[in-house]
């Protein structure tokens, strides 16, 4: 049962919306069925994870039912009322599409008056609230509503014609900030989608001026989003420092006026576009990106929930060091890790301490923090031993190279179980070379030349440090 396709979409479930759907499954209204209470009864005290081993077993739901189709029928039922419930859940939070459906009931139904005032309150609450495409489209489905009731009274054909221009309208910034937005997904891609996605970048490079023309008119040209998506837009197609500097103040000032959602979208373009800057070799991205990421924080972009994660952190505190920026990655670090939940917060501050000794070259200090943070069996085992690698290689620390690296990995890897495979692929390969390049330091016999290391290095297609091994290779004599 733990692979049924009613426990997986209810693992995506908070605790909070698991005692909503129980409370949307015992209305009477939405079911009428008493067992699919108590099946969903039975669910929820393995929630959230529902991966008890009890959930296999073939009478775990006897005391609804013993014959296997009447349960399976049941568990049909379940999943049904629980698609709806996801339904529900998002409909209840967006504001302009009930509204838009009120709206046409009660002209459906010939309510003129309360038809009106539910149009004049719509108008008041959608200007104060952030924007983003399904508001636009919203506004744009009310607008239309009120045009037909423009047609259902009969008014002035100049009344029409000013409906209709705000249904234009409406539309326009609807169809605007999507055609920016696709716009901006394909070029985010550009450069990682090989040759089929550069032509259709580049087509869209031609077709698309009058969009971006368009989006400059006045209707239009004060509309945060479509401000902050056109901006993207240059920086994405044309690059400069104006255009990522002009973003960054469009952000700034206009972070308030759009939904969290595309804030964290554009969180992710801007990380990409300075990432992307800095493999071509543009080390001076590093600052900026650290200046987005501070930013980020600020607007809670960076934060998940009620905290910052800690692989984000030390994310900034990297990003900190590549800027020549190590005093300010003290501070941050001291300044942030406060954001962590508080029992990630040790661990945290172990690693990022570690790894800031390591780049002052105060080995002793790093060696105490990293071996620390290894012992804690946190989600920085794996790069915090990588760093006691490094360092056991600068040092001459022979022992940790005749050692078997293997049998370290397998032991860490049992406390890695979530990582994703191109990740373990990465640390695998790079004790695998630091070990090459340790041997072709101090065995002037060794087999293999710098040559041949480094084509090793460009064949692996996950390794990690890749750039630091390279450096290593080129400074053996």
């Known amino acids: 049962m733990k692979t049924n396709k009613l426990i997986r979409i209810l693992r995506l479930l908070t605790i909070s919306e698991i005692k909503d759907f129980r409370a949307f499954v015992a209305s009477p209204y939405f079911n009428k069925n008493k067992k699919c209470i108590e099946l969903l009864d039975l669910l929820i005290p393995y929630s959230p994870s529902f991966s008890d081993e009890e959930l296999d077993q073939s009478n775990f739901a006897d005391s609804i039912y013993t014959k296997k189709r009447s349960l399976e029928t049941l568990k049909s039922v379940l999943l049904r009322l629980l698609e709806q419930f996801l339904i529900h859940e998002k409909f209840k939070?967006?504001?302009?599409?009930?509204?838009?459906f009120l709206l046409e009931e009660l002209r459906e139904r010939r309510e003129d008056q309360h038809y009106d005032l539910t149009y004049k309150k719509s108008k008041k609450i959608t200007t104060q609230k952030n924007r983003n495409n399904s508001i636009?489209?919203?506004?744009?489905?009310?607008?239309?509503?009120?045009?037909?009731?423009?047609?259902q009274k009969m008014t002035s054909r100049k009344t029409n014609a000013e409906q209709l221009n705000k249904v234009i309208i409406a539309f326009d910034k609807y169809c605007l900030s999507n055609h920016l937005w696709l716009d901006n997904v394909v070029l985010n891609l550009r450069d990682f989608g090989g040759e089929e996605m550069n032509k259709i970048t580049n087509k869209l490079v031609e077709q698309s001026q009058v969009f971006i023309d368009f989006a400059k008119l006045s209707p239009y040209k004060n509309e945060a989003l479509i401000k902050m998506r056109l901006s993207l837009n240059h920086l994405l197609k044309n690059g400069t420092e104006d255009n990522f500097n002009l973003l960054l103040n469009n952000l700034k000032n206009n972070h308030t006026s759009i939904s969290y959602e595309d804030k964290v979208h554009f969180n992710k373009f801007i990380a990409n576009y300075c990432i992307r800057r800095i493999i071509k070799g543009d080390n001076s991205y590093y600052?900026?990106?650290?200046e987005f990421y501070m930013l980020a924080i600020d607007i809670g972009t960076l934060i998940e929930g009620k905290y910052l994660h800690?692989?984000?952190l030390s994310n900034i505190i990297t990003t900190s060091v590549k800027a020549n920026e190590i005093e300010l990655a003290h501070e941050l670090l001291k300044k942030y890790n406060k954001y962590i939940a508080p029992e990630h917060q040790d661990t945290t501050r172990t690693y990022c301490t570690g790894y800031l000794y390591y780049q002052e070259m105060d080995y002793t200090n790093a060696l105490d923090h990293l071996n620390e943070c290894i012992k804690q069996k946190s989600a920085f085992g794996m790069a915090a031993q990588a760093i006691t690698y490094k360092i056991y290689y600068e040092i001459n620390e022979s022992?940790?190279?005749?050692?078997?690296?293997?049998?370290?990995?397998?032991?860490?890897?049992?406390?890695?179980?979530?990582?994703?495979?191109?990740?373990?692929?990465?640390?695998r390969n790079f004790f695998k070379i630091l070990k090459q390049i340790y041997k072709k330091k101090h065995d002037p016999n060794y087999s293999k030349s710098k040559k041949e290391l480094i084509l090793s290095i460009e064949k692996k297609e996950h390794l990690s440090d890749k750039e630091w091994l390279l450096k290593k290779i080129q400074e053996l004599g």
């Open 93 to 100: 939070h967006n504001y302009e599409i009930q509204t838009y």
């Open 136 to 151: 636009y489209y919203g506004e744009f489905l009310i607008e239309l509503s009120q045009l037909e009731m423009s047609y």
């Open 287 to 290: 600052k900026k990106l650290l």
């Open 310 to 312: 800690p692989k984000r």
């Open 399 to 427: 022992w940790a190279f005749r050692a078997p690296i293997k049998s370290f990995m397998t032991k860490l890897l049992r406390h890695s179980k979530k990582q994703p495979e191109y990740i373990l692929d990465g640390y």
